[in-house]
């Protein structure tokens, strides 16, 4: 069965921080996709990023990176010099396609300035 | 990408009473999907809804709890029947970027945050 944990319930950082989001999954599938999503306190989902299975680069778009281990089954995702527009909570989420997507508990991130 | 518009944004709602909310695309979609996040919860699939058939609904929901039409490639709509407190929750529409069946981006909505007094 799927699972995603994301341990970190909450998680305060002062301004230019940098921040690292945990992500850990449970899947029986060869083949699968992992997701992290933000929401703002006005409550809409933004899209941050989809990766698949035979895919362990790790990527960067701009102070956001993620790092994808297979060998940890972790899916972690790091906002460098963390801003206060950064405060939101983050989601995991793991699918095994078919476009089902299981969603972790979330972190909610606090930005100080 | 896809622009999901969701009506209402919000409602306070009387337990027993149903309310429908709906989930309008900028574009054709094959699949769309429903969600619900409970207060200060995760998100958590309630059924996915194909154009011409009857939605396929998760464990733990029931048709008869959260129907759901799907007239054409746009629009979807989701009932929440006899409403009590515990359905107080964020309802979100989702669809997919893509054709290819392949687990794309999937796009949200902005919710509909529903209280149920």
Redesign the interface.
């Known amino acids: 069965a799927q699972k995603v944990t994301q341990a970190q319930t909450e998680i305060s950082v002062v301004e230019k921080e940098d921040v690292t989001l945990d992500c850990v999954y449970e899947t029986r599938d060869t083949t699968y996709?992992l997701?992290w999503?933000k929401q703002p306190p006005?409550?809409?989902?933004v899209?941050l990023i989809?990766r698949n299975s035979f895919d362990e680069q790790n990527e960067i778009s701009g102070r956001y990176s993620w790092n994808f281990q297979k060998s940890t089954s972790s899916f972690n995702f790091t906002i460098t010099a963390s801003q206060v527009v950064d405060s939101a909570v983050y989601?995991c989420?793991l699918?095994e396609?078919?476009?089902?997507?299981?969603?972790?508990?979330?972190t909610i991130l606090r930005v100080k300035s | 990408s896809a622009v999901i518009s969701q009506k209402p944004s919000r409602d306070i709602c009387q337990r027993g009473t149903s309310l429908t909310i709906q989930c309008q695309v900028d574009s054709q979609v094959t699949?769309m999907?429903w969600y619900r996040q409970q207060p200060g919860?995760?998100?958590?699939?309630i059924a996915?809804a194909n154009q011409g058939s009857e939605a396929t609904y998760?464990s733990g929901f029931v048709i008869d709890k959260f129907p759901i039409s799907r007239p054409n490639l746009t629009f979807s709509t989701l009932t929440v029947s006899n409403m009590s407190p515990e359905d107080s929750s964020?309802y979100?529409c989702s669809v997919?970027d893509g054709w290819t069946g392949?687990?794309?981006?999937?796009?949200?909505?902005?919710?509909s945050?529903l209280t149920v007094l």
């Open positions: 996709y997701f999503y006005s409550g809409e989902l899209f989809r989601f989420a699918s396609g078919g476009n089902k997507l299981v969603f972790g508990a979330g | 699949m999907f919860q995760s998100l958590t699939l996915t998760e964020i979100l997919e392949d687990t794309g981006e999937l796009f949200f909505g902005e919710g945050r």
